[in-house]
T-cell receptor, first 112, second 113 residues
Framework: TQLLEQSPQFLSIQEGENLTVYCNSS?????LQWYRQEPGEGPVLLVT???GGEVKKLKRLTFQFGDARKDSSLHITAAQPGDTGLYLC????????????WGLGTSLAVNP | GAGVSQSPSNKVTEKGKDVELRCDPI?????LYWYRQSLGQGLEFLIY????????KSGLPSDRFSAERTGGSVSTLTIQRTQQEDSAVYLC???????????FGSGTQLSVL
């Protein structure tokens, strides 16, 4: 069974601080997605990483896919209150198993 | 609208009653997913529709749960004889073709008293 573990589960920081959240698995994924979910809303896709070692930047957010395509990280620089939300990673299975495997998420609170 | 629309946004029901949750996907999206999200839990896959293929029902937790998709568009998730453990947010998502890029609705918060 493919599992994705996210850490930390909860994070509360002050505006302007940097942070990194992690998404780890023992399984290989063909690609990995990061979503942000705000209260009362559905998840919104932020980025998809496909190639091992790939780094993608979205303004103050930097996403990295591990070389072996088993793990990923999300780094936020100078966090803002608008970054508050639940960050979910989802892996697309390798081979014929294309089902999305979801992590439990990291709940981030950025305090002004 | 341009996004995935779900209704109702909130539903309070009594244990034992049946409920129907509706999802209107983005026009042209052939794939439609239902997920359940409980507090502190991740997204639990329920069912997946893709075009005219037989749906993947492997995530439905019991035979009280069923879903249909009419005309390749609107979908209804039905929960019969609701139980308190069915209380959760039910999310619908759609995608175009075989893309794994999902577009989610805002969900239906179901509370079973």
């Amino acid at each position: 069974t493919q599992l994705l573990e996210q850490s930390p589960q909860f994070l509360s920081i002050q505006e302007g601080e940097n942070l990194t959240v992690y998404c780890n698995s023992s399984s290989v994924f063909s690609s990995l997605q990061w979503y942000r979910q705000e209260p009362g809303e559905g998840p919104v896709l932020l980025v998809t990483v496909v190639t091992g070692g790939e780094v993608k930047k979205l303004k103050r957010l930097t996403f990295q896919f591990g070389d072996a395509r088993k793990d990923s990280s999300l780094h936020i620089t100078a966090a803002q209150p608008g970054d508050t939300g639940l960050y979910l990673c989802a892996g697309v299975g390798a081979g014929n198993n294309r089902k999305l495997i979801w992590g439990l998420g990291t709940s981030l609170a950025v305090n002004p | 609208g341009a996004g995935v629309s779900q209704s109702p946004s909130n539903k309070v029901t009594e244990k034992g009653k049946d409920v129907e949750l509706r999802c209107d996907p983005i026009s042209g999206h052939t794939a439609l997913y239902w997920y359940r999200q409980s507090l502190g839990q991740g997204l639990e896959f329920l069912i997946y529709f893709q075009g005219n293929s037989a749906p993947d029902k492997s995530g439905l937790p019991s035979d009280r749960f069923s879903a249909e998709r009419t005309g390749g568009s609107v979908s209804t998730l039905t929960i019969q004889r609701t139980q308190q453990e069915d209380s959760a947010v039910y999310l619908c998502a759609s995608s175009f073709g075989g893309s794994e890029k999902l577009f989610f609705g805002s969900g239906t918060q179901l509370s079973v008293l």
